[in-house]
């Protein structure tokens, strides 16, 4: 690969700066917090965001004056975003298999929306081809158990009895346990529902308590990325187990 020099440009330079230095190995990384006024996908994430972590890689230039050197970005390289739970996931397994993240710009031209995460959809769809596949196995198990027994000398009740057994299979299979698995699901988004409730009326109590006695304190909807505090000085989330436990 053929070597390229620095690039050193003077003159026309502001009063601080003596000259302006470029290289393709310059590069530059910036990370913000950002919020979106409408709720987006975010690759690897089964949930909406209205906020997220973006991170800019650009390249760079470095600026010399007044005996110290100073960086600015230049063209955008790459533009990713982060939940907060990735960026946490990708700064704190180091060495690990890596983390999802939501690609926005590259070469500063805009990537489509991600598309929607479903996987509670996903998960349904896996246990219905698995019962499908299931039932199959049944049924053709069902047949087989026949022919044998009719090609035994087994008392007549012992075969209907053993051919019940088999038929019984057969129906959880296609009616009970397709039933629990949607029961399950529905119990789970009431559960989360229940749960976001009471996080909500957590934050609205504190927001009246703090406007009623004028103290300032560090109070938001979006939790827990914004590190809230209650006046016991833990996060919600961790007071709300602390009374269910209590309860």
């Known amino acids: 690969m053929k070597e390229e020099k620095t690039k050193r440009e003077e003159g026309n330079m502001s009063e601080i700066y003596d000259y302006r230095e470029t290289h393709p190995s310059f590069g530059h990384v910036q990370v913000n917090r950002t919020q979106s006024s409408k709720s987006l996908n975010l690759f690897g994430s089964p949930v909406l965001h209205n906020e997220m972590i973006v991170m800019t890689i650009s390249g760079c230039a470095a600026l010399r004056g007044l005996h110290e050197t100073n960086y600015y970005s230049r063209e955008d390289l790459i533009k990713i975003a982060f939940s907060s739970v990735q960026f946490a996931d990708l700064i704190t397994q180091m060495n690990a298999r890596g983390t999802p993240c939501t690609i926005i710009k590259i070469a500063n031209q805009p990537i489509e929306d991600c598309p929607e995460q479903k996987p509670v959809e996903l998960m349904q769809k896996e246990f219905d081809d698995e ?87 560090k109070i938001t909807a979006h939790m827990p990325e914004k590190g809230i505090t209650s006046e016991h000085g833990i996060s919600p989330i961790d007071e709300l187990r602390s009374k269910f436990k209590k309860g």
């Open 131 to 217: 019962m499908k596949e299931l039932k199959t196995y049944i049924m053709t198990l069902s047949t087989m158990v026949k022919e044998v027994l009719d090609a035994t000398r087994i008392p007549k009740g012992k075969k209907d009895e053993i051919i019940k057994i088999v038929e019984r299979m057969g129906n959880k299979l296609k009616h009970t346990y397709p039933f629990i698995a949607n029961q399950f699901a529905r119990q789970m988004d009431n559960t989360v529902a229940a749960a976001k409730a009471e996080i909500d009326a957590f934050v609205l109590q504190e927001i009246r308590a703090a406007r009623t006695t004028g103290e300032v304190k």
